[in-house]
């Protein structure tokens, strides 16, 4: 049975990291653009538990990695999350927090 990302080590999380990132350069060079969005998110989630939550602040603005400029402002944080919204949209969402780049 396979273990939840936070029940693994850090080793265990970086050799999932590296398969992840296999099965997504499989997954784009067949053109299955569905099934690379998939293990980037994957990627994505298990970084965030490589990360110390601790280090993002709720009221503070992050940019966001990939975002093309988006800004990411912190409400609340739950685990590996960070529930705020985007571009001071009002809109709540959650982003793990590996996607969150430099403080602004």
Known sequence: MD?????MTE?????????LKVKAQKAEQMGMVNEYAVHERKMSMAKAYMMDPSEFKAGETYEIIDGEGDK???SY???VFAWGSRNDSGKEEALPISLLGHKL
């Open 3 to 7: 273990k939840k990302y936070s029940e």
């Open 11 to 19: 080793e265990e999380l970086r050799n999932e990291i590296a398969d």
């Open 72 to 74: 990411f402002t912190i």
């Open 77 to 79: 944080k739950k685990g």
